[in-house]
């Protein structure tokens, strides 16, 4: 396999932290297209849940080919995901689609959001085959600590609805993992996969078994893992991750509380969280979103990219990126948010001390008239002040 061609596997994944930038290059400018630039969002037409027919055929229209990467990315390893919510709040950053990559730090961003739509794109087709657990999960936990307690094979907790997720996150922890209650919940889930429309084989089955196993095993310990390398001693935990504030103290996992939790249900019920198979700078996945967008009358209230763009930028696909970018309908406040990891980029304003992740936060709209040599320079131009 040819070096260009892994580097452009290394896509849609949140991958732990770099000791060097890309080579500087010529600039990419990327102009604003007249439908991008469009200042008054428009109100949605079309909110309603799409069928279990509708849902397939949409991530059918929309995946690419299956890609490689070395980490399972059951978790983010982005410690300081939350840190843009509160400036996300103050720009009114609501409803619209909702863009996003890896696992489930995307469902924080949602229920913050409040989307009427949202994708969730990955290189990886495990990550497609994660998403659809997780939607099996939303299915058959009425509340947020069932989904807890089926999400890491314990037994039911009862009478929690009014904990905070701090007692929620204690209880859990103290509640021995119940292989006959694991076994149990994998059945149901296995059962509801079927229900989605999708054509999953075997192997496909064996995958989401051995997602839901690391989860069962793992319990509020998992972290991301990387295969062949040493776990990172920074890497958050699950618990970490659910605890986590955002930089006015607040807690805003989406399952800090119970409206979040919901909201994030209802959405995946009615179909309207899909996972697909792509690549940001791909000939497809983007583009085909834009035209799903646009039929249905909804603008981009936020894209999550990680630091996919680091990858982008060193494989020379950074331009094809910003052009899919920019087919997006947008609106004003759309924003792009993305997580850069310290290695050789030393302290960035964003930074937040003890954390090896930058969340950074950039207005759309300035991202598409952007001229970048390097992903030095697209991290240090136009991004907000989160404080």
Not at 163 to 171: L, R
Not at 321 to 345: D, E, H, T, W
Request: aromatic share 10%; charged share 20%.
């Amino acid at each position: 396999m040819s070096r260009a061609f892994f580097l452009s596997l290394l896509l849609f994944v949140s991958c732990s932290g770099q000791n060097s930038a890309p080579a500087n290059k010529p600039p990419v400018t990327i102009a604003p297209s007249e439908q991008a630039m469009k200042a008054a969002p428009i109100a949605p037409t079309n909110t309603d849940a799409l069928s279990a027919a509708e849902f397939a055929k949409i991530i059918e229209r929309v995946s690419e080919a299956n890609g490689y990467f070395d980490t399972d990315n059951l978790i983010s390893n982005e410690s300081s995901y939350l840190h843009v919510m509160n400036k996300m709040r103050s720009l009114n950053v609501t409803g619209g689609a909702y863009i996003g990559v890896g696992p489930d730090q995307n469902f924080s961003y949602i229920a913050q959001i409040r989307p009427h739509i949202a994708f969730i794109s990955d290189i990886r087709r495990d990550n497609l085959l994660q998403h659809l657990f997780f939607k099996s999960l939303f299915s058959l936990a009425n509340n947020r600590v069932e989904y807890l307690c089926l999400l890491f094979g314990k037994p039911l907790i009862m009478d929690a609805g009014k904990w905070d997720i701090n007692q929620i996150a204690a209880a859990i922890d103290k509640s021995p993992s119940n292989q006959k209650q694991f076994e149990e919940t994998h059945a149901k889930i296995a059962a509801k996969l079927k229900t989605f429309g999708l054509k999953l084989d075997e192997k496909d089955f064996a995958t989401i078994k051995n997602i839901h196993q690391a989860f069962f095993e793992g319990g509020l310990d998992l972290k991301f893992t990387s295969h062949n390398r040493a776990p990172r001693p920074y890497y958050p935990d699950y618990r970490g991750l659910m605890l986590e504030r955002d930089l006015t103290g607040k807690q805003c996992n989406y399952l800090v509380n119970e409206d979040d939790y919901q909201f994030v249900r209802s959405l995946s019920q009615r179909n309207l969280i899909i996972p697909v198979v792509g690549n940001l700078a791909g000939d497809k996945a983007l583009l085909e979103i834009s035209k799903i967008l646009q039929e249905r009358g909804e603008k981009v209230s936020a894209i999550y990219t990680s630091n996919v763009e680091y990858y982008l930028m060193g494989d020379d696909s950074f331009d094809r990126f910003a052009a899919n970018v920019k087919r997006l309908p947008l609106q004003k406040n759309s924003v792009m948010i993305r997580s850069v990891f310290m290695g050789g980029y030393g302290r960035l304003p964003q930074n937040v001390p003890g954390y090896y992740s930058t969340q950074m936060l950039q207005p759309l709209e300035s991202f598409i008239k952007g001229s970048f040599r390097s992903y030095s320079d697209l991290i240090s131009q136009d991004s907000l002040d989160l404080k």
